[in-house]
């Protein structure tokens, strides 16, 4: 039987992938870092191989994958060293197009997408003070007959600048008139091809590089045919697509686990010191061991709720799990990795700390686990809900 999970799980994918990241070395993703580069040939190789388009269905030029196999994908870029922060919103970003959209909407842009012609990269949800409390978010769409004009300002919208389209969450009706507080939102498809001097964006400088932005928003007119589904339900469309989120990012975390692991158990193995490797202290070899156990199974936790996803199934506890296990998985093993090297750790020639901030985000953002903590306890304890 094929084994259908775990790190040999879809070896086709995982070469082919492999392929692709050993064009794209340590040293030239320490070089993004260090320029705050955007690694755009390693996205164009990812997309003109298709596999950006993994989950976009085959009639529209996609290849019609499950989530399980797109994490593959993102778990093998980031067991090489990569970094698909670069690129993986555009899988989990077109999925409410793909779910929400219109016939007409998904005709005019998942082919462009899938050949790589239009980049749906951002994603501007996040608002500097609405935080975690997404329903509290202020930017308004009004509309004026067959459009709407957008104002106000996003915070932390990512590959901005690199990005044809952008999915927008605004406000529609204002917050005091809606008596289900989780309607009144709506998505739209921002092309930012032609929004001119109406959006402007101001790259935040942070601990990763992460092309994420600062964007203020004035007067931009959107055709009302650019918003997805019914005006008032965007909450919703977009809490659709979270499942798919967390598998995700959890796969991500997976794959950084294991490069952590990887290098730790290599250089406990090769350096010397008091005369014997100091892989041969247990003051150094369990922690590794830890962080390998930890990390098996929050994939175990991964693949189950990738599988419930694929089949249609319920999957909400244990995409939030996998996401919770996987993120404190991949932390562990970073800080291990991290003392494992002792002062090298520090070096960037090694990567480490390179790695070491860019899986550290994981905890945080999409969603701050104790968002998903917060989850687990309402919806599967049944405990009162606490924010
Ligand atoms: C590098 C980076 C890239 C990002 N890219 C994007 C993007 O492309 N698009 C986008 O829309 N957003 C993006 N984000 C934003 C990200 O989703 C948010 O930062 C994240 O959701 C947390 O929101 P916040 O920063 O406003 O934290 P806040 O909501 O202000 O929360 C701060 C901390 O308080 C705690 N907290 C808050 N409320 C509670 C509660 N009720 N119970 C317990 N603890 C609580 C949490 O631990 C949290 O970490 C990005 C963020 C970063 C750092």
Request: net charge negative; aromatic share 10%.
């Amino acid at each position: 039987m094929t084994d259908r999970q775990g790190d040999t799980a879809y070896p086709e994918i995982r070469t082919a992938v492999r392929e692709i990241c050993g064009r794209f070395g340590d040293v030239y993703w320490r070089e993004q870092d260090r320029l705050r580069r955007y690694p755009s040939e390693f996205v164009d190789a990812l997309t003109s191989a298709g596999w950006l388009a993994a989950l976009i269905p085959e009639r529209y030029g996609g290849s019609g994958l499950g989530v399980a196999e797109a994490s593959v994908v993102l778990e093998e870029i980031q067991r090489q060293g990569g970094n698909a922060a670069a690129c993986h919103a555009q899988m989990y970003v077109m999925g409410t197009l793909l779910r929400h959209g219109s016939e007409e909407q998904k005709e005019r842009y998942l082919p462009a997408i899938a050949s790589g012609k239009l980049r749906l990269q951002a994603f501007g949800v996040t608002e500097p003070t609405a935080g975690s409390e997404t329903t509290r978010i202020q930017t308004s769409a009004v509309r004026k007959g067959d459009r709407y004009v957008v104002n106000g300002q996003k915070i932390w919208t990512s590959r901005f600048e690199q990005s044809d389209l952008m999915l927008l969450l605004a406000r529609t009706t204002p917050y005091d008139e809606l008596e289900d507080k989780t309607k009144g939102l709506s998505v739209f498809v921002v092309d930012l091809r032609t929004a001119g001097d109406h959006i402007e964006a101001r790259p935040i400088q942070a601990m990763v590089n992460h092309s994420t932005n600062e964007v203020f928003i004035r007067d931009l007119e959107v055709p009302a045919g650019d918003r997805i589904g019914e005006e008032g339900m965007g909450f919703r469309y977009i809490i659709d697509g979270w499942n798919a989120e967390r598998i995700l990012i959890a796969a991500e975390c997976v794959g950084d686990a294991r490069w952590f692991i990887d290098r730790a158990a290599a250089y406990a193995k090769a350096r010397v010191v008091f005369g014997r490797p100091i892989g041969q202290n247990q003051g150094v070899q369990f922690p590794i061991a830890k962080a390998h156990t930890a990390t098996e199974a929050a994939d175990l936790m991964r693949w189950k709720a990738a599988r419930l996803f694929d089949a249609g199934d319920p999957c909400g506890p244990e995409a939030n799990m996998a996401k919770y296990l996987a993120s404190e998985a991949s932390w562990e093993a970073a800080n291990v990795c991290l003392d494992t090297h002792g002062g090298f750790g520090f070096a960037a020639e090694y990567d480490v700390e390179r790695k070491f901030r860019e899986t550290r985000l994981y905890k945080v953002a999409p969603i701050n686990n104790n968002l998903v903590l917060a989850y687990v306890a309402q919806h599967v304890l049944g405990l009162p809900k606490s924010y």
